[in-house]
């Protein structure tokens, strides 16, 4: 029967790719058998409830093979139907390409960049560890599944997050190396010579190598893996890519291609297949209904227990409670004392980790310059409810290790580092918008005045280039109250990242009346005037105020501008700007028109930094509030 199904499947998944003339037919027929044993014989999944918090995850690393994923979810009942698997990687279909999350459907995540899924699994299987401790194991206790390819484990970001699991003992996580030796460009060992088994062995997985299309290896492997409690395991199965397909198979025409009519047809006689490709015989449903079945029941059992935990456990009911809530809860630490908005961002976040356990992260070896630690206790396999994570240097999986750590479920990850250093996070955090996720990312020294570290370390570019990516909300506060209420808004489930930006310098205190709700606006108007406007984020409002000052025959506007991708033309209506128009910020100009409207001068940083006290690159860029006054002056003349 184990042939029939995988047939039926290598049939789907090619049949979906040749409609579409486009995608990756390679991948499913090379598969086929593991992804067919991981849903008869462990995947623990409700397709009747997919949003079990208790299920097994999967993560489809090697996400160009999406076509085997629907193919076995259309078979094990979930909601992708044979229409949808004939829309294959049209516009609005269930089945694109490269997915990356839908829940509803039974896709916990897949990707398109190679290596994040394998990262953002360490995630999934770090929060598991983490809620299982707090929640008991009769509640939280489910395994992650991973199917990963040749360029995920070439990707860089792969080896960071391989030894953050193996330093944590992820002994749930349980990666499957689909080992065909082939990538776009031809054979892997052409630009490898990499042992992965002892690479792996090294970073401390276990690791069995197996033949991927031996039913009886695959099941017993995996059984080994599940055994192996302490170490994260890597099964190397060695499989034939593009299956069965008689003149492709086994090379690199198979890989991102259609087989083609000629191809397709051989395909077809050399599995014996006769009839339509999308028609297939009851029995293969039959086949993974038992499995199902029996994880529906499960299902039943589990919400009947939490049920019972909730009213007879009151500390567990609250825990539950506050694991759910949409917003937190923040104790008032504004004052008028003059800091860094990165010291005065460290007292909130240790106060939220006070009051919420829900709440984890950390810095990539950072901690004592970004400040941003939520609590002493430190994850470890020691200590699985610590909050604190130490990732080491180790920015790129460090970005999706939270992101899986905040796909899990309810829980919301954070990771810290340098302003500049966010380039190595950009596509973790890409992902985490296209998949809405409430991810953080908390960076510090943010501007030329970190000084003496010199241009590389001095961000120039970076902020206009987070706020262009979509659903990227940017915050950079000011003051002590806006500080409070950037962690107040990044830490609220919104359904999109977030990442706040935080001065090293320390900023002068500044008196303003503000409600969240304006915060949330994006701008408001913090003084009054009726010759200039002056738009400003973090420490530049500080100057806007100085330069004010240098002003004195003049009435001067100023609109501090802490999340400027929220700034609406309804909002800049409201603010009843005047007709002089001027933006300060220590960084690219480019981007400020596009929100606020027609501007007369941006002041600005449009060159890389220097390596030089803050009061000398102060002059050097002629950012003193006297240049910048004298400049605005010009304009009246």
Known sequence: MFDIVTKSIRVLSSSSVEKANSGHPGMPLGMADVGTVLFKNFLKLSNQNPNWINRDRFVLSAGHGSALLYSLLHFNGF????????????????????????????????????GQGFATGVGLALA????????????????????????????????????????????????????????????????????????????????????????TQIINAIKDAQDNTSKPSLIIAKSTIGK????????????????????????????????????????????FNEKRDTDNIQHDEWLSLLEDKKSTDDDFAK????????EIELVNLHNNDNKATRVAGSEVLKSIGESNRFILGGSADLAASTKQIISNSIYSYENRAGQSIEFGIREHAMAAVVNGITLHSNLIGYGSTFLVFSDYMRPSIRLASLMDLNSVYIFTHDSIYLGEDGPTHQPVEHLMSLRLIPGLDVIRPSNSLETQYSYQYIFTKSNNPKSIVLTRQSLDFVEINLSYENFQKGAYELSKGDDITIFASGSEVNLAIEVSKELK???????????????????????NLNEFIFTLELGRSIGWQDYVGKVTKSFSIETFGESAPLEELTNHFDFSAEKIAEEILKYFN
């Open 79 to 114: 909601k992708i139907s044979i229409d949808d698997m004939k829309n294959f990687r049209q516009l609005n279909s269930k089945t694109a390409g490269h997915p990356e999350l839908d829940v509803d459907i039974g896709i916990d995540i897949t990707t398109g960049p190679l």
């Open 244 to 287: 069965y397909s008689p003149n492709k198979q086994n090379t690199s025409g198979v890989h991102g291609s259609p087989l083609g009519n000629d191809e397709m047809e051989e395909f077809l006689k050399n599995l014996g297949w006769f009839g339509d490709t999308f028609d297939h015989p009851q029995e293969i449903y039959e086949y």
């Open 553 to 575: 025959d003049k009435s001067v506007q100023i609109i501090s501008t802490p999340i400027l991708n929220k700034v609406t033309p309804q909002i800049i209506e409201n603010l």
């Open 128 to 215: 598991e560890t983490y809620l299982s401790d707090i929640f008991g194991s009769e509640i939280i206790d489910h395994y992650v599944y991973g199917i990963v390819s040749d360029g995920d484990l070439m990707e860089g970001v792969s080896f960071e997050a391989a030894e953050l699991a193996g330093l944590w003992k992820l002994g749930k996580l349980i990666y499957i190396f689909d080992d065909n030796n082939i990538s776009i460009d031809g054979n892997v060992d052409k630009v490898s010579v990499t042992d992965q088994s002892a690479k792996f062995k090294s970073l401390g997985w276990h690791v069995q190598e197996i033949d991927g299309h031996d039913e």
């Open 319 to 326: 825990l539950w409670n506050q694991f759910h809530h949409k």
